[in-house]
């Protein structure tokens, strides 16, 4: 079996990556947000230049599949009508900015609150003819909200976060560090980016053009007196589930997937979407319109839906890395995930869908057959080697001895 190849970036609209089906074309809304004309008009899109379908990124974009390199430039034009296209490819590679979709109401607007200003001034920053030079992978969070965080679990290597001490105390905190140093509305962005010059001078990109922040912090790296504080991080929000959540409603999709044309249907609910990171939609209003939702087999409203509890990436031969088919298989076995549990099915070590650890995971290691891996991530030593997983059960996948 041959060792899966790390891109070391991630596609964007503008330089969209080959897979098996075509290309994939991302788009990073800005703050994570589509209004409904903006939503429908990118659902349109994806039926004459995909594959008909919109999936949801860990990162809280959206993936088009099986676009042609024919229909790549009409598409572009059609994402620029509706401003969800950046001037250039490599200032939408740098804005790799994941903001709070569960924002507190501030004058009556959400996008009043600071993690909105914060986030288009970092974006303008890393826009900017003098923006660092960042790996492609290296990101920013925006996390604010009273006295909670939504995004501690979420992947960033250089965090706006709300403190511990409450009300609209913000630090600022470099990922692997426990602690911040406070930071305001009109500073966070400016620290922000002398952070990101500092990862940079500092060695944190390696020969390879990589490099996270938690990496280099863990190999010893020390952070300017300036950059560093004592003030811990707010407490985590509990994990999201599809229902009321936040003052607003989530909506999920199995497997981060809709199809594109009931995703325009939800976007006349009206109001804006929030994308999220956990491969659901957040409403803030409007979604108490759509009284039709529970009977629609397109989404998850049931907190304790199975397919909650298993993540799976597209898998062959969508992947041409992938090494086995994933969703069916997860689908197939997500009846047998407890409450609390998660499996994750990886068409290769790599585990794009779920890049940290797993209480269960499957990873293909060629027609068939999978590697059980427990309590660990795709590429971890296997507990099971080179299994078919059609007869595992729940002891199987979780053993309690």
Known sequence: MSAPVIQGWCPGALRPMMSGDGLVVRVRPRNNSLTASQAEGLAATAIRHGNGYLSLSNRANINIRGVTTETHPDLIAELMALDLVDANAENEARRNILVNPVRPHFLGDPDLYPNVPIADALADALA??????????????????????????????????????????????ADGMSTGTRVTGDTAAGLAIEMARW?????????????????????????????????SPAPQARPPKPGPYGGGKLLAFAFGQVRAEKFAWLAKAGGSIRITP??????????????????????????????????????????????????????QLAPLVPQGKLLHVSGCAKGCAHPGPAPATLTATGPGRYDLILNDTAAGTPARPGIQPDDLTTTDLFPTG
């Open 128 to 173: 900017g003819p003098d923006a660092p030079r960042l790996p492609g992978k290296f990101g920013f969070v925006v996390d604010l909200h009273l006295g909670l965080r939504y995004l501690g679990r979420d992947i960033g290597d250089i965090r706006i976060e709300s403190a511990e001490t409450g009300g609209q105390d913000f630090i600022l905190r």
């Open 199 to 231: 990862f940079i001078a500092s060695g944190g990109v390696g020969p390879d053009g990589r490099g996270r922040m938690r990496d280099h912090i863990a190999g010893g790296a020390q952070l300017p007196a300036g950059l560093t504080g004592d003030v």
């Open 278 to 331: 956990w491969r659901m939609v957040y409403f803030s209003s409007g979604l108490k319109r759509r009284r039709d939702l529970h009977h629609d087999g397109d989404f998850i409203t049931n907190p304790a839906d199975p397919l909650l509890n298993v993540v799976a990436c597209t898998g062959a031969p969508g992947c041409p890395q992938a090494l086995g088919p994933t969703r069916a298989l997860a689908r």
